[in-house]
């Protein structure tokens, strides 16, 4: 089983009777990239300043590295790199020059450090350029950089695709890939917008009105949002029995209900209906169904706010 880095138990973040953040459980384990998707005002931003500790929980606990309290939840925070918000960056200044303030201001020894994280975010060309003068997708970068400097095993990062061009958000979702990948990063993200963030994340957190909706891996999104027949018949074991042998599939799961989700021959809809029936089944319910990423996302949140 793989470590835990981030786990919240109730956590609440209230202003007066509002709710930022309603009783939130999240389970981060090492090498994931989560995304963490929610409209904006959906409370994601909150979640990250408890996190980081920009800001302070009314109620629930936090666990970082296994660190719960005292000293050993300080020393736990030192393996997070963040960007909150807009990057803090001097834009009179180089790359190298705002990287050295960071390293001063984190206390992080030793000028080697600079090099190396402007060479990982693809700065190390930008010379005596100042930050004023770089692109938004060049800013991003850069603000990636200042979270890196300390070399964290574990990045937060809150929108961090706001204002790019479809380039720079494909950079982005590429060099994160990369730091996960070969450097066992794991990745805590914000957005708004499932799209980008599925194109990117391992698990899915979906928040809406400060509470967390649904926690789910990548494949079990997929699997909810890929088209399919629903299936009820009523014997659903011999049913499945008749897609092995008649329609040569295995390609459908039989739920705990008994509903069939059959994945293949979705243009073959007398070919699946003639194969039951020929066996004796009888069919109760047969339809094709699947949401595109947006629409699931839409009626979770609309569902949630009819409760």
């Known amino acids: 089983m793989k470590d835990m880095i981030l ?50 929980p009314t109620n629930g606990s936090m666990e970082l590295f296994g660190e719960s309290e005292g000293e050993g939840f300080g020393r736990a925070r030192k393996r997070v790199g963040a960007i909150i918000e807009s990057p803090a960056l001097f834009p009179n200044m180089t790359a190298v020059e705002n990287l050295e303030i960071h390293r001063l201001q984190k206390g992080i020894p030793g000028k080697e450090c600079i090099a190396r994280t402007l060479e990982l975010v693809d700065l190390a060309h930008t010379g005596k350029k100042k930050t004023k003068n770089f692109s938004l997708g060049m800013k991003q970068r850069l603000g990636l950089a200042v979270a890196l400097l ?14 790019l061009d479809p380039t720079g958000i494909i950079e982005l979702r590429h060099l994160l890939k990369k730091l996960n990948r070969e450097k066992g990063l794991t990745v805590l993200i914000s957005s708004h917008i499932l799209s980008e963030v599925h194109q990117l994340a391992t698990v899915f957190g979906i928040i809406h009105q400060g509470k967390l909706l649904e926690q789910t891996t990548a494949k079990e999104l997929d ?50 209906s003639m194969a039951l029936t020929a066996s004796g089944l009888v069919i109760e319910h047969l339809s094709q169904t699947g949401d595109s990423l947006e629409t699931y996302f839409s009626k979770l949140v609309g569902g949630a706010e009819h409760e």
């Open 7 to 56: 786990k919240t138990a109730e956590l609440t973040k209230r202003y007066g009777a509002d709710f930022a953040l309603d009783h939130v459980d999240v389970n981060v384990q090492k090498g994931d990239i989560y995304g963490l998707i929610g409209q904006n005002g959906a409370g994601k931003s909150t979640l990250l300043r408890l996190v980081t500790g920009l800001a302070f």
């Open 150 to 163: 300390s070399d964290p095993e574990f990045l937060i990062l809150d929108e961090p695709t706001n204002g």
């Open 223 to 272: 699997q909810k949002c890929k088209q399919h027949w629903r299936i009820q018949v009523d014997d659903p074991k011999k049913a499945a029995t008749v897609l092995e042998d008649k329609l040569g599939t295995a390609d459908f799961e039989v739920l705990n209900d008994g509903t069939i989700k059959l994945y293949s021959h979705l243009d073959q809809v007398r070919t699946v």
